[in-house]
């Protein structure tokens, strides 16, 4: 690795770490406390895992991870650093099979992405910024807005296609979001575009009319395009905790969910829940978000998650 992009990957470590900073908190202080010239017995064992649940990282995965630790060094004297060093590890073992980078397939042509979730999830930002990534590496990207109900949706991809210079597809406000995504892959073919990110709108998932439009949205595309869309993105606000189990589980069952995205880390104390997410769901996490920036995006890397949930320096 050369200079440069050693400085580029110390700054979003760096990001990632401040980003984390309230999820890493409430657990290095809660093992720094418990772990004060302690031993690791039984009751150790017991409030470690009690500190993990309450960081949000499921009771499932905490009995997981309590387990591996009480293998490491079992009735013997332990430091904090050992154990979240070991909890590093552990997690890191959990979320590498699901961090894979979203990498368009060349012979789709457009490659199509929708993009799905509930209100407020950061889903139209997220939008712009695969978008400015995919403009980086050279991709000719088209924008697709399907929020039609909501001009403030409408009007943020725009800015978002000025900024990267892509090209936005819209309709009239409250018209078809299944017919404006037909036209827009449409379209799209006829730009020769290498992929289409399609917004929709924020639908809780408990409203089944609205799961219902998002069905008919693939349902009309694959008219055009029996294997679209070719990745669909569920994108999912880390400060929602564990509700974000209920969204991944319900959203799946009305459409093909083929990989995650991870938002608001940095505003949130519950970033433990990616992992109690990947052992539960074993869905791809692609990026995770940590700002509002277009480089506060990144393709998810496990151990670098993982060292700094736990308040460890990454590697660079």
């Not at 017919?179 to 917004?199: K, N, P, T, W």
């Not at 409203?207 to 439009?213: R, T």
């Not at 083929?258 to 505003?267: E, P, R, Y």
Request: neutral net charge; charged residues 25%.
């Amino acid at each position: 690795m050369d200079d440069e992009k050693k400085v580029g990957k110390k700054g979003w470590l760096s990001r990632l770490k401040n980003g984390l900073s309230r999820s890493s908190s409430a657990l290095t202080h809660g093992i720094n406390d418990l772990f004060t010239k302690r031993k690791l017995d039984n009751t150790a064992i017991e409030e470690l895992e009690e500190i993990l649940i309450k960081s949000d990282l499921g009771i499932a995965t905490a009995a997981k991870l309590t387990q591996s630790i009480a293998a490491f060094r079992f009735d013997q004297e332990v430091s904090s650093e050992e154990i979240r060093g070991a909890l590093a590890e552990a997690i890191t073992a959990i979320l590498e099979p699901i961090a894979v980078p979203l990498k368009p397939e060349t012979a789709r042509s457009p490659y199509v992405i929708v993009v799905c979730g509930v209100n407020g999830v950061g889903k139209t930002t997220t939008i712009g910024k695969l978008a400015q990534t995919y403009r980086n590496a050279g991709k000719k990207v088209v924008l697709a807005a399907g929020d039609t109900f909501r001009a403030a949706a409408i009007e943020q991809l725009k800015i978002w296609g000025e900024r990267t210079n892509c090209p936005v597809i819209v309709s009239e406000l409250g018209s078809d979001p299944a017919s404006l995504a037909f036209d827009a892959l449409e379209q799209a073919r006829e730009m020769s575009a290498d992929i289409l990110l399609v917004d929709t709108a924020g639908r809780l998932q408990n409203k089944k009319e609205l799961m219902a439009e998002l069905e008919k949205i693939i349902r009309v595309m694959r008219k055009l395009d029996d294997a679209a869309p070719h990745s669909c993105l569920l994108v999912l606000d880390a400060t929602t905790g564990q509700n974000a189990h209920s969204q991944v589980e319900i959203f799946s069952k009305i459409v093909n969910i083929t990989g995650l995205i991870v938002t608001k880390l940095d505003g949130s104390s519950k970033g433990g829940v990616l992992v109690s997410l990947a052992e539960k769901f074993c869905l791809p996490v692609h990026a995770i978000g940590v700002g509002e920036q277009a480089n506060d995006l990144r393709p998810f890397k496990a151990r670098d998650f993982a060292n700094s949930l736990m308040g460890l320096d990454a590697d660079i």
